[in-house]
């Protein structure tokens, strides 16, 4: 398996630009999770999604922030505007779910670096 | 307001020798809690987990210990080799909403050769 896939690795943008992250999970994974790691704040969950239903959103910082997952096997988590406060890692994962009915380890993809200049 | 927190963001040791990591908690609704490692440029990665229900487990050279009364859990790593390095990450979830999990800002171990 490839694990979770995340694109773009790097990116690098202006301030007011609209910034797109995107996920695959691992496939027959239920659940799927953005985070986002800075250094202040380590790693903070924003928002996840359970057979591509948000079920949990109260991390999203603000209305710039809005996620999407529109089928089981991709995500996207959009910035716009994008500001420099911004800047951070942001991991998506994913796991089993709750089909199991009890915790499930989550897998981590190699995350995105977003640099708003 | 951070649920987990780790407060030694650094962590030095010299190889063969034992590293704590340490983290604690504030909501006493945790229940299972989890120690993820992560390398430079990778995502964090599963390393060891423990139940409410018990207060140690082990996994060769990794052993969590809990703490409920003092809501404090430790990782230990006997012996430490170089390729531990990396930064460690505790995290927690709660009773019923078994999918959301907290993170601490994780601690930086360094083994020294």
């Known amino acids: 398996d490839a694990g979770v896939i995340q694109s773009p690795r790097h990116e690098v943008t202006e301030m007011g630009q609209e910034v797109t992250l995107r996920c695959k999970p691992i496939?027959?994974?239920?659940?799927l999770f953005w985070y986002r790691q800075t250094m202040m704040r380590g790693l903070e969950l924003l928002i996840y999604?359970?057979?591509?239903?948000?079920?949990?959103d109260s991390g999203m910082p603000e209305d710039r922030f809005s996620a999407k997952m529109p089928n089981a096997s991709f995500s996207t988590l959009k910035i716009q505007p994008s500001e420099p406060r911004d800047s951070a890692v942001y991991f998506c994962?994913?796991?089993?779910?709750?089909?199991?009915?009890?915790?499930?380890?989550?897998?981590f993809g190699p995350g995105t670096r977003l640099l708003v200049l | 307001d951070q649920q987990v927190k780790q407060n030694s963001p650094s962590l030095s040791v010299q190889e063969g020798r034992i590293s704590i990591l340490n983290c604690d908690y504030t909501?006493?609704?945790?229940?299972?809690f989890l120690w993820y490692k992560k390398y430079p440029a990778e995502g964090p990665t599963f390393l060891i987990s423990?139940?409410?229900?018990?207060d140690k487990n082990e996994d060769g050279r990794f052993t969590v210990f809990l703490n409920k009364s003092a809501k404090h859990l430790s990782l230990h790593i006997v012996p430490s080799q170089p390729g531990d390095s990396a930064v460690y990450f505790c995290a927690a979830s709660a009773r019923g909403n078994f999918n959301k999990f907290y993170f601490g800002s994780g601690t930086k171990l360094n083994v020294k050769p």
């Open positions: 423990i139940s409410s229900i018990k």
């Open positions: 909501n006493s609704m945790f229940d299972y």
């Open positions: 994962a994913s796991s089993l779910g709750v089909l199991t009915g009890h915790q499930e380890t989550q897998y």
């Open positions: 496939s027959g994974h239920n659940s």
């Open positions: 999604f359970n057979n591509n239903v948000p079920i949990d």
